[in-house]
């Protein structure tokens, strides 16, 4: 034995040799959502279209007061009235935002209805100001706007429909119910998916064998063909908020396949885990073993899925009331809009009825890109 | 080989069983029967109700009977070729469907080929220059794709081809072959209508394809064979050609089950914004007037084209790739 081998009687602390700078302790004591958070952001183009939804859904909150127009009024003297494009300089003079005036004619030939731009006539838009009466939220009256027509004048910047109402306002109402339908019907879809995929995957079995019979003949089916049959179900006599529910819940229905399975091979492989056991022996119960001790281990997970899922949502509404079977007016998504360029004819005389299609694209880009942002920063593997 | 399709046919019947009550359970969810309907519809129009015929129909659909015996006329029925009676028409479902299901399937596997073709040298471009800026551009044009809606892209096309030519792009055929019977040139008419339909069904289909296949293709190429192989001294190409790319072949053939929903689904709503001479208008109309044994026989057709679809996609799968076949189940 040499007696020159020191070793401390001190006991050894790991972290004297390792020991973690800030920035190193901040990162392996964050929590999941703040790692996720952090990765997120690194990804530019999913913040970006984070913040363009964040400000859709924003609008949809204060939509009476950005649509020039209440939803159903009739501007009986402009049917079918092309876009007015808004100019900032009149003969080479700066006025400030304003619309000329605008005639009317009727072409005999292609039995058209013109509205010749009347040069003379300029017409400065108001802002901040009281115009069309509206009910916010259905609660009480208000008339402020944004942004008002002029004074004896029209503003019109998307056009009107047939009945000669704002398409621009009834873009901007659409919205309020085609950006919710998503959202309330990924909800329903998350609490379907998260029951029936955790008793397939808790209990295994001949629970777990049915549920998959169930999901791959659902998988199996066309989807727009059974909504369509669905909701042609839904009775004629309900009230537009029942239907707007039934709608929802159809959708929902189809949908919550993807989340049951994620959820169902999650929980096959968790509920062998020894924490799972650990529960298992002091009592828990089932139902508290997935919702507190398995769900949250992927929970983020399954939120970003789900956020890929709402894009089809919002189609399915956007398809289903384009065909007619959906949503019936007087309540107005951007389907119900579409609705009305059903047919070719229209479209070819007065194209700016075709201009829901640029939100619901915008959106469902957004989504797409904003959702697979999502799921990468929730892939703790990456 | 034999056994393995065999056991694949087998558990087609429970599947095809779910969908079936799933279909009849849909028919019978608006209150009252067809029959009560349609009576009622005639009278209020005027027309006379011939009670004979009636009380036939009303026998041959045992619709006086309780439900699981109507399920199962229904489901004897169509195993004997009887689809059921529609109101609208006034004719058995059979005959309203015509030719139009062979239409349906005809635009779907033209569709498919379609897709395979893009996304197929697409896709590989993708995952052997990933992130390169061919990759890019190819990947937001997929998203773009994969955004819009086919019947909205439908509308588009058929307005911008009514502004800039002048012509309608609607239908299937030169309206003179409508109700011709079948000869070469109608054959050639179809041909020739065909792809714009196919297009814009496809572009989504296309889109998802695209990013799978990627996504597939990457996987493999970071295993350690390729590795191994690039060790070696393989050229780059042979690499690709010998070995990832017909593990990524397997792959394409086993997606046809998510591929034909959703080219279904498409093909329907685009056929009725194109007025296309498919199941889809019929099936809108059939919902919108309630004409039950008429949409509920399209939805079982449709669903059984999608079940057979699936089918011979996994026998060419199980010829594909002896995993599957040895192994003995197509489990994704």
Redesign the interface.
């Given at each position: 034995m040499s007696g020159d081998h020191f070793v401390s009687r001190e006991p050894f602390d790991p972290h004297s040799i390792e020991a973690l700078t800030p920035a190193q302790e901040k990162y392996y004591l964050a929590s999941q959502w703040k790692l996720m958070w952090w990765k997120l952001k690194r990804h530019r183009l999913a913040v970006i279209c984070g913040v363009i939804l964040a400000l859709n859904y924003a609008t949809i909150m204060v939509s009476e007061v950005i649509a020039p127009y209440n939803l159903h009024t009739r501007n009986t003297d402009f049917v079918y009235s092309p876009p007015q494009s808004v100019h900032l300089f009149h003969e080479g003079e700066f006025i400030g935002p304003f619309v000329y005036g605008r005639g009317y004619e009727l072409d005999m030939e292609l039995l058209k209805r013109n509205y010749p731009e009347n040069r003379d006539e300029v017409q400065p838009l108001r802002f901040f100001c009281q115009g069309d009466p509206y009910r916010f939220w259905g609660l009480f009256e208000a008339r402020f706007h944004l942004v008002c027509p002029p004074e004896n004048g029209t503003f019109f910047l998307l056009g009107t429909d047939r009945l000669g109402r704002d398409m621009f306002s009834r873009i901007t109402y659409g919205a309020r119910i085609s950006l919710t339908i998503g959202l309330v019907g990924i909800m329903i879809s998350f609490f379907f998916g998260i029951v029936i995929g955790g008793l397939a995957g808790y209990y295994g079995g001949w629970v777990d064998a049915s549920v998959q019979r169930l999901i791959e003949v659902i998988r199996s089916f066309p989807e727009l063909p059974l909504w369509m049959a669905l909701s042609a179900v839904l009775p004629v006599n309900w009230s537009p908020i029942f239907i707007f529910f039934g709608i929802t819940v159809i959708l929902a229905m189809l949908d919550w396949t993807g989340l049951a399975r994620a959820v169902r091979s999650k929980l096959l492989s968790l509920r062998e885990e020894d924490y799972c056991a650990a529960a298992e022996l002091m009592g828990a119960k089932p139902g508290r073993i997935i919702g507190r001790h398995l769900l949250p281990g992927f929970m983020s997970h399954l939120i970003a899925s789900a956020t890929l899922s709402v894009p089809a949502m919002i189609l399915g509404e956007t398809a289903l009331s384009f065909l007619g079977l959906g949503l019936r007016p007087p309540v107005t998504s951007w389907g119900v809009l579409l609705n009305e360029a059903q047919n070719i004819n229209v479209v070819a005389l007065y194209p700016w009825l075709l201009y829901p299609v640029v939100p619901v694209v915008l959106v469902i880009l957004t989504f797409n890109f904003f959702g697979d942002g999502l799921r990468d920063a929730a892939d703790p593997y990456k | 080989m034999l056994h393995y399709i065999l056991r694949r046919i087998l558990t087609m019947i429970?599947?095809l069983l779910?969908?079936s009550m799933?279909v009849f359970v849909?028919i019978q969810?608006?209150?009252g029967d067809y029959l009560e309907s349609h009576i009622a519809e005639l009278q209020s129009q005027g027309e006379s109700v011939d009670e004979q015929k009636i009380q036939f129909l009303r026998e041959q659909y045992g619709l006086d009977k309780p439900m699981l015996q109507q399920y199962w006329y229904w489901l004897i029925g169509m195993l004997q070729g009887d689809f059921g009676y529609s109101f609208e028409y006034d004719l058995p479902v059979t005959e309203v469907v015509g030719d139009r299901l062979f239409l349906t399937v005809l635009i779907s596997i033209a569709t498919i080929l379609f897709t395979w073709a893009v996304a197929f040298p697409i896709g590989i471009y993708s995952a052997t220059h990933q992130y390169s800026w061919g990759d890019y551009g190819l990947s937001t044009l997929g998203?773009?794709g994969?955004?819009?809606?086919n019947?909205?892209l439908a509308?588009?096309m058929?307005?911008l081809a009514?502004?800039y030519f002048g012509t309608?792009i609607?239908g299937l055929m030169d309206p003179e072959y409508i109700d011709a019977p079948w000869s070469l040139d109608k054959v050639l008419s179809i041909l020739e209508h065909l792809w714009i339909p196919v297009v814009v069904i496809g572009t989504s289909g296309t889109a998802g394809m695209i990013r799978r296949l990627r996504a597939n293709l990457l996987d493999e190429l970071q295993k350690q064979y390729v590795t191994t192989g690039r060790a070696k001294g393989l050229p780059p190409g042979k690499l690709l050609r010998k070995y990832p790319l017909r593990v990524a072949l397997n792959f394409f053939v086993a997606d046809i089950?998510n591929l034909?929903?959703?080219v279904?689904?498409?093909a329907?709503?685009v056929a009725?914004?194109m007025s296309l001479p498919t199941t889809g208008p019929i099936?809108?109309s059939a919902?919108?007037s309630?004409d039950m044994y008429l949409?509920g026989s399209?939805?079982m057709f449709?669903?059984l084209l999608?079940?057979f679809g699936?089918l011979v996609s996994d026998i060419l799968l199980a010829l594909l790739d002896p995993r599957i076949r040895l192994g003995g189940s197509a489990n994704k």
């Open positions: - | 429970p599947t779910i969908i799933l849909i969810l608006p209150p998203f773009l994969l955004a819009t809606p019947f909205l509308l588009v058929l307005y009514n502004v309608s609607g089950g034909l929903p959703t279904i689904s498409g329907e709503i009725v914004v099936l809108l919902l919108q309630q949409a399209f939805l449709l669903a999608t079940v699936v």
